[in-house]
């Protein structure tokens, strides 16, 4: 059983186009996030969940957009997207807030043309 | 906030050796984690090391915590094929009133057959 899944795996696009990555985890968790790792393997937060309440949110473009339905989802969507934007995006989920491990999807790689 | 630093970037070891990957950081933190990555694959957690611990031992993980150098290192004795990978150590820091992982740029280690 896959712990935190992401898809698509893989999403190639164009500029100006609007995408979404979707994220859910079945391990019960009350904490959900969202990184993007660059080409140089940088890994930065983005946004950060708690039952369903945004909690953190990086200096992110409002082209990017979490929602959380519920507890075990957190999708983000992407308007307009810009070249920039191509990298790896990972969702990741944990217990708490505070002092526990994070677990991570897969990843998502996403190009825009 | 500040992002951790690891060192060396690269590391390239015979199979049976140990490996010594190294992680400083600027500010106070509530603990520190160390993640794996296999190529093309989610963050791996392998190790967490609170604020108030100096060591910290998993299998054939070992890893030290200095707050007052602000540096942590990890140690993976006998060290197989399969661990080659990268590390990456992250930091537990408070931002917008919620705590946040910072991760540093990762170890890439490569064990020789």
């Known amino acids: 059983d896959t712990a935190v899944s992401q898809t698509p795996k893989y999403l190639v696009t164009q500029m100006g186009n609007d995408k979404s990555i979707k994220c859910e985890q079945n391990?019960?968790?009350?904490?959900m996030y969202w990184y993007k790792q660059d080409s140089k393997k940088f890994l930065k937060i983005m946004f950060s969940y708690n039952n369903k309440e945004l909690i953190i949110n990086e200096t992110v473009p409002n082209r990017f957009s979490p929602k959380s339905p519920d507890k075990a989802h957190l999708n983000l969507h992407i308007n307009s997207l810009e070249l920039g934007d191509s990298a790896v995006y990972f969702c990741?989920?944990?217990?708490?807030?505070?002092?526990?491990?994070?677990?991570f999807g897969p990843g998502t790689r996403l190009t825009v043309t | 906030s500040q992002q951790g630093e690891e060192d060396p970037q690269a590391l390239s070891i015979q199979e049976g050796e140990n490996a010594t990957m190294n992680c400083s950081y600027k500010?106070?933190?509530?603990?520190l984690q160390w993640y794996r990555q296999n190529s093309g694959r989610g963050l791996v957690h392998l190790i967490l090391i609170r604020s108030n611990e100096r060591e910290k031992h998993s299998g054939r993980l070992r890893v030290t915590l200095d707050t007052s150098k602000k540096s942590s290192s990890l140690l993976i004795t006998a060290s197989r094929a399969a661990d080659t990978a990268s590390y990456f150590c992250a930091t537990e820091q408070l931002f917008q009133g919620a705590q946040k992982l910072v991760f540093g740029q990762g170890t890439r280690l490569t064990i020789n057959p």
């Open positions: 391990l019960g968790h009350d904490t």
């Open positions: 500010t106070s933190i509530n603990n």
């Open positions: 990741a989920s944990s217990r708490e807030t505070t002092t526990y491990e994070q677990y």
